[in-house]
T-cell receptor, first 114, second 113 residues
Framework: EAGVAQSPRYKIIEKRQSVAFWCNPI?????LYWYQQILGQGPKLLIQ????????DSQLPKDRFSAERLKGVDSTLKIQPAKLEDSAVYLC????????????FGPGTRLTVL | AQSVAQPEDQVNVAEGNPLTVKCTYS??????LFWYVQYPNRGLQFLLK??????LVKGSYGFEAEFNKSQTSFHLKKPSALVSDSALYFC???????????FGTGTRLQVFP
């Protein structure tokens, strides 16, 4: 079984630029999560999708961050414009329908904003 | 609000010795607790979880965790540490009713040969 795929693995941009991250969850997993992990901290949930609907986006900075999962499969997280404090690892995770207690994580995308 | 705390930033242990990584929790209601491990440049990997039942939970790679309700703790343990266990360990609690995971700040485990 293939795991959660993310790309790119690394990204360096300057502040005020835009960036997008892509995630392909494990096949058949209904729930998809995006987490932000700042150095020295634990992951923080940004947004959770159930199929193509948003379940929780309470901690997503909506003035600059957006995410979509149009066909209920893969997902894109965008930052526009980026700030220095957005430097972090962005983790995508997925879980099967009705099994949100078990999340499978991708390798993450390390974003550096200069 | 649900939360977990990991009081140690780093734990050092010699190979072959037992290891403990500490976690305490604060929840309303019954806790759903998890341990994840993160190796360098890799995503988090699930180790084990406590939902209900036996207070001693066994997980992957020989790890186990002990749930202690009176001390509100969920410490991760292993009888004999390996150098390959060196990694970042996160305790997490499942938030009810959103189901999202709330992570601690992490503990870096360093196992010396």
């Amino acid at each position: 079984e293939a795991g959660v795929a993310q790309s790119p693995r690394y990204k360096i941009i300057e502040k005020r630029q835009s960036v997008a991250f892509w995630c392909n969850p494990i096949s058949g997993h209904a729930t998809l999560y995006w987490y932000q992990q700042i150095l020295g901290q634990g992951p923080k949930l940004l947004i959770q999708f159930q199929n193509n609907g948003v379940v929780d986006d309470s901690q997503l900075p909506k003035d600059r961050f957006s995410a979509e999962r149009l066909k209920g499969v893969d997902s894109t997280l965008k930052i526009q414009p980026a700030k220095l404090e957005d430097s972090a690892v962005y983790l995508c995770a997925s879980s099967p329908e009705g099994r949100t207690d078990t999340q499978y994580f991708g390798p993450g995308t390390r974003l550096t904003v200069l | 609000a649900q939360s977990v705390a990991q009081p140690e930033d780093q734990v050092n242990v010699a190979e072959g010795n037992p290891l403990t990584v500490k976690c305490t929790y604060s929840v309303s209601g019954n806790p759903y607790l998890f341990w994840y491990v993160q190796y360098p440049n890799r995503g988090l990997q699930f180790l084990l979880k406590y939902i209900t039942g036996d207070n001693l939970v066994k997980g992957s790679y020989g790890f186990e965790a002990e749930f202690n309700k009176s001390q509100t703790s969920f410490h991760l343990k292993k009888p004999s540490a390996l150098v390959s266990d060196s990694a970042l360990y996160f305790c997490a609690v499942r938030d009810i009713p959103t189901d999202k995971l709330i992570f601690g700040t992490g503990t870096r485990l360093q196992v010396f040969p």
